[in-house]
């Protein structure tokens, strides 16, 4: 009678050779890191721009938005009147206008920086407006120049074009908006 001890034995004390217990961790690997953050870079190539894009025409909107419901309060003015209110500085609203405009609103800071100044019988690059609104840089608010930014505008609101219509480069390169020129 033959018998195998090795089949009854308990594992732990079989003949055969165990192999030992390997730990293994789960961790990316240096191209897979490699590959996501050429990836996560290839993303946010295409992504800023588009963001940045989206926020210039949204300021812009804003903007426009304004300039329409201003210039509506000023014609208005000036067909009950048959004239237009005083020129201020930048920033103040013209008295005749304190219960047409909302204050809060003119006065503010712009979206693009600046603030609104009623300009009533101007000169504007050699050109004398009846009446214009123009975005101006004042002590508390720099304007910094921005052709792209003028131009967004100057395409919600008109031709496109800020050497033609009623949407202008002004003085100092400030934004015009001509209400009557």
């Given at each position: 009678m033959c018998c195998d001890f090795q089949s009854i034995l308990p594992p732990s004390l079989s003949a055969r050779p165990r192999r030992a217990a390997v730990q293994t961790r789960a961790a990316f690997t240096l191209i897979q890191v490699m590959m996501s953050l050429a990836i996560g870079s290839m993303v946010m190539t295409f992504a800023v721009p588009?963001?940045?894009?989206?926020?210039?025409?949204?300021?812009?909107?804003?903007?426009?938005?304004?300039?329409?419901?201003?210039?509506?309060?000023?014609?208005?003015?000036?067909?009950?009147?048959?004239?237009w209110p005083t020129e201020v500085e930048a920033g103040i609203t013209p008295p005749e206008m304190t219960d047409r405009l909302n204050n809060t609103a003119w006065a503010r800071i712009t979206p693009i920086g600046g603030q609104y100044n009623w300009d009533s019988n101007q000169m504007h690059g050699g050109v004398r407006y009846r009446a214009a609104i123009c975005v101006s840089e004042t002590d508390i608010a720099p304007l910094p120049i921005n052709e792209e930014m003028l131009t967004e505008i100057d395409k919600?609101?008109?031709?496109?074009?800020?050497?033609?219509?009623?949407?202008?480069?002004?003085?100092?390169?400030?934004?015009?908006?001509?209400?009557?020129?």
């Open positions: 588009k963001v940045k894009q989206a926020e210039m025409h949204s300021r812009a909107t804003i903007i426009a938005a304004d300039l329409r419901t201003f210039a509506t309060a000023f014609e208005t003015y000036a067909q009950e009147k048959g004239n919600l609101m008109d031709d496109g074009n800020l050497n033609t219509g009623n949407v202008r480069i002004g003085v100092n390169y400030d934004l015009l908006f001509i209400v009557a020129p």
